[in-house]
């Protein structure tokens, strides 16, 4: 009876500490503007392939989310409030390039479906996620795992998608059918004091992607110069 007792206790206990989905939905939109490093990789079964990206990423709550990728391509890509996605690399005539390629062959999702899945996980959007997820949660808000099943079923959706974090999301990850596999891992977790610094250091990071391509395409004009004498 006391062994019985006790166990009750400890069910009791876990059942009460258990984390559930309104209160990590709660958790997540507390999240505060933040600049993290950021490490892709994409795994190719069939042929053997790993395909890797890094950078930083700049989020500012219910405003924008930015990936400033620094290899293997510099590039700034920006998610608005709108949910559109686009590019903001400098081009040589000063306009804004299209938004990234997403046709892929490999059915793991594209830089759009990444990019929503986490504002709206950062932002604790639950309506949003159910929409188009199943959603499975572990854990508790010190660290926690969000499994997501998607609710299409096609053969170019990812078989499944996993979210993990604590006060900062660190991880995605995805799968698909043919076992390629996505990982998207963010650390080095930055707090910004509010929304005005996040913008201030996103217009830093756009002039400086600016001057970047700038000094490339001087090095090209000298280069082109010279070959012409």
Same mark, same amino acid.
């Given at each position: 009876?006391?062994?019985?007792?006790?166990?009750?206790?400890?069910?009791?206990?876990?059942?009460?500490?258990?984390?559930?989905?309104?209160?990590?939905?709660?958790?997540?939109?507390?999240?505060?503007?933040?600049?993290?490093?950021?490490?892709?990789?994409?795994?190719?079964?069939?042929?053997?392939?790993?395909?890797?990206?890094?950078?930083?990423?700049?989020?500012?709550?219910?405003?924008?989310?930015?990936?400033?990728?620094?290899?293997?391509?510099?590039?700034?890509? /920006?998610?608005? &409030?709108?949910?559109?996605? =686009?590019?903001?690399?400098?081009?040589?005539?000063? @306009?804004?390039? !299209?938004?990234? #390629?997403?046709?892929?062959?490999?059915?793991?999702?594209?830089?759009?479906?990444?990019?929503?899945?986490?504002?709206?996980?950062?932002?604790?959007?639950?309506?949003?996620?159910?929409?188009?997820?199943?959603?499975?949660?572990k854990g508790d808000r010190d660290?926690?795992?969000?499994?997501?099943?998607?609710?299409?079923?096609?053969?170019?959706?990812?078989?499944?998608?996993?979210?993990?974090?604590?006060?900062?999301?660190?991880?995605?990850?995805?799968?698909?059918? /043919?076992?390629? &596999?996505?990982?998207?891992? =963010?650390?080095?977790h930055h707090r910004l004091v509010? @929304?005005?610094? !996040?913008?201030? #250091?996103?217009?830093?990071?756009?002039?400086?992607?600016?001057?970047?391509?700038?000094?490339?395409?001087?090095?090209?004009?000298?280069?082109?110069?010279?070959?012409?004498?």
């Open positions: 009876m006391k062994y019985f007792a006790a166990g009750l206790v400890l069910l009791c206990s876990l059942h009460a500490q258990a984390f559930e989905l309104d209160e990590w939905q709660e958790w997540q939109a507390a999240t505060p503007a933040f600049q993290s490093q950021i490490e892709q990789s994409r795994w190719l079964e069939e042929a053997q392939i790993r395909v890797h990206a890094s950078g930083q990423m700049l989020f500012t709550p219910y405003e924008a989310l930015v990936w400033q990728w620094l290899s293997p391509v510099p590039r700034l890509i /920006e998610l608005d &409030k709108a949910g559109q996605l =686009l590019d903001l690399s400098p081009t040589e005539d000063g @306009a804004t390039a !299209a938004p990234p #390629l997403e046709k892929s062959d490999d059915n793991l999702p594209g830089e759009q479906q990444i990019a929503t899945l986490l504002m709206h996980a950062l932002s604790g959007d639950l309506v949003a996620l159910e929409k188009n997820y199943h959603l499975l949660l660290s926690w795992e969000l499994i997501l099943l998607p609710r299409n079923r096609s053969e170019t959706a990812p078989k499944k998608l996993t979210l993990e974090g604590g006060r900062f999301i660190n991880e995605l990850s995805a799968t698909s059918s /043919e076992d390629n &596999k996505l990982t998207l891992e =963010l650390s080095d509010d @929304a005005e610094g !996040a913008q201030l #250091l996103f217009e830093a990071l756009q002039e400086k992607a600016a001057a970047q391509q700038n000094s490339e395409n001087d090095a090209e004009n000298k280069e082109g110069n010279g070959e012409e004498n």
